[in-house]
Nanobody, 121 residues
Framework: QVQLVESGGGLGQRGGSLPLSCEASGRVFLVYEMGWYRQSTGMQRELVATVNSDSQTNYADSVKGRFTITRDNAKHTVYLEMNSLKPEDTAVYYC???????????????WGPGTQVTVSS
């Protein structure tokens, strides 16, 4: 079994900052791309940012220059530092990762349960 567990989030203020983290645990052998997605009420889930195992990053235009994604390969953890928050950043944020479990023949894609981020104006 492999699990993604998010932490952080909660209530932030316009212009403020909030950190998110997500750790892959369980029978983890290799972790490839990790990322963050978000889903606002009534909207489809959308990409926020991704980082591959070489730490190459990709960001949605809406968060470029404000959010920073990083990872710690030794801890199988991905981080999202959210700065200059806007009310439109309010959403449930989901961690996502491509993981090769121990003893498994192939990589699977996993999702965390999500963590709520609310930005007040």
């Amino acid at each position: 079994q492999v699990q993604l567990v998010e932490s952080g989030g909660g209530l932030g203020q316009r212009g403020g900052s909030l950190p998110l983290s997500c750790e892959a645990s369980g029978r983890v052998f290799l972790v490839y791309e990790m990322g963050w997605y978000r889903q606002s009420t009534g909207m489809q889930r959308e990409l926020v940012a991704t980082v591959n195992s070489d730490s190459q990053t990709n960001y949605a235009d809406s968060v470029k220059g404000r959010f920073t994604i990083t990872r710690d390969n030794a801890k199988h953890t991905v981080y999202l530092e959210m700065n200059s928050l806007k009310p439109e950043d309010t959403a449930v944020y989901y961690c996502n990762a491509d993981i090769l479990p121990r003893g498994a023949p192939r990589t699977n894609n996993y999702w965390g349960p999500g963590t709520q981020v609310t930005v007040s104006s």
